[in-house]
């Protein structure tokens, strides 16, 4: 069974700092492209950043750039999101999802996200 659990969300003011995790378990880590994806309140789900977990290669929304940063612990089947600099508007819950290669928008799996909330 494919499981992929988020954690590391909470309460952070403007400024702060968060990392989460996505630890995935069920299928061949190494195949996949792991992505985050967000939705705010009333707003649609939009992509935030991906992994291939195969070559490292990485993708960040504009929005999140230079202030977000993706990784991989293959070892652990691991995912990680680094956010510095955060801003209110990255107040969202977060999925963590998983597909074979590359990230899109219809991932084939799917966590059921931790949410971010950041204070002005």
């Known amino acids: 069974e494919v499981q992929l659990v988020e954690s590391g969300g909470g309460l952070v003011q403007a400024g702060g700092s968060l990392r989460l995790s996505c630890a995935a378990s069920?299928?061949?880590?190494?195949?996949?492209?792991i992505g985050w994806f967000r939705q705010a309140p009333g707003k649609e789900r939009e992509g935030v950043s991906c992994i291939s977990s195969s070559d490292g290669s990485t993708y960040y929304a504009n929005s999140v750039k230079g202030r977000f940063t993706i990784s991989s612990d293959n070892a652990k089947n691991t995912v990680y999101l680094q956010m510095n600099s955060l801003k209110p508007e990255d107040t969202a819950v977060y999925y963590c999802?998983?597909?074979?290669?590359?990230?899109?928008?219809?991932?084939?799996?799917w966590g059921k996200g931790t949410l971010v909330t950041v204070s002005s």
């Open positions: 069920g299928f061949t880590f190494d195949d996949y492209a």
């Open positions: 999802a998983a597909d074979f290669m590359s990230c899109h928008a219809n991932m084939d799996y």
